[in-house]
């Protein structure tokens, strides 16, 4: 599998390719800043591509915009952004043309190898994959609005895992309750929510996020 990589600082940048060929993966390009990767974006033809959100020059957001850009260009490019902190804003416009093969995790989760890969693997399926903390925060933000507050405890932990790109079968293996309940919960969340009920997980888990952005 074929990935970019874009990081500034060296040492995580170097950290994460090592890591990332350690587990198979062909690392084509490794960069460290906005216009180069958007430039091995479109021609070095990568399956995936693990962004940092903040990239030189002026260390806003570069590496989003260099990855909506190739998007554009290459639709449905599966892109993993790495960010330091929880932006509202960061989430929304990397879900927004709804293709899916997203993700979105805070760098803390770079030191657990093994669900690090695990995320870049189910983003370059065409997976999304939202950190929990992230999520959190989404949901804390938009409780006050009264629509969310209208969950029950378990709706709001069954959304959470639906967030982070969980199955059925993952979210009642979680929480240790049968699938047929999930399913339940899902479709109280998505009457609640005032959403149409999906079985396409990827689409659901836009569906739900879109919301709780708009």
Known sequence: MRVVVAEDLFLLRDGLVHMLREHGFDVVAAVDNGPALLQALLTDGPDVAVVDIRLPPSFTDEGLQAA???RRQRP?????????????LYARELLADQAGAVGYLLKDRISDADQFVDSVRRVAGGGTVLDPHVISRLLRRNTARGTVAALTDRERDVLALMAEGRSNLAISQRLHVSESAVAKHTASIFTKLDLPVSHDDNRRVLAVLAYLNR
Request: glycine share 6%.
């Open 68 to 70: 909506l850009t190739a």
């Open 76 to 88: 449905g490019l599966p892109i993993l952004l790495l960010s330091q902190y929880v932006e509202q």
